[in-house]
């Protein structure tokens, strides 16, 4: 059974910094890519930004490059998204997800196992 267990979420002011947290659980994590996706209320689910299965490469949607770094550590079968300069746009329930393959990909059908999600707020 894989799990996917996201934390780290909470409410910030415009500007400020959270950084969350995915552990995984049940599959050998270094084989595959990881992502993280958002979702706000009325909008469709989005790509934030993905990190191959060795670290090595990463890739964002251009709304947050710059601001957002991701990483994992895959002794810790754990991956991270740094988010840094907050804004209210940012806000919404962030899910992280395994991929079908050790590449980042960038739309949902690649993914094959999600978390349950965790919600940022940013205040202005």
């Known amino acids: 059974q894989v799990q996917l267990v996201e934390s780290g979420g909470g409410l910030v002011q415009a500007g400020g910094s959270l950084r969350l947290s995915c552990a995984a659980s049940g599959r050998t994590f270094s084989r595959y890519a990881m992502g993280w996706f958002r979702q706000a209320p009325g909008k469709e689910r989005e790509f934030v930004g993905g990190?191959?299965?060795?670290?090595?490469?990463?890739y964002y949607r251009d709304s947050v490059k710059g601001r957002f770094t991701i990483s994992r550590d895959n002794a810790k079968n754990t991956v991270y998204l740094q988010m840094n300069s907050l804004k209210p746009e940012d806000t919404a329930i962030y899910y992280c997800?395994?991929?079908?393959?050790?590449?980042?990909?960038?739309?949902?059908?690649?993914?094959?196992?999600w978390g349950q999600g965790t919600q940022v707020t940013v205040s202005s």
């Open positions: 990190i191959s299965a060795t670290g090595f490469s990463t």
């Open positions: 997800a395994s991929a079908k393959a050790s590449v980042v990909v960038s739309t949902p059908y690649q993914y094959d196992y």
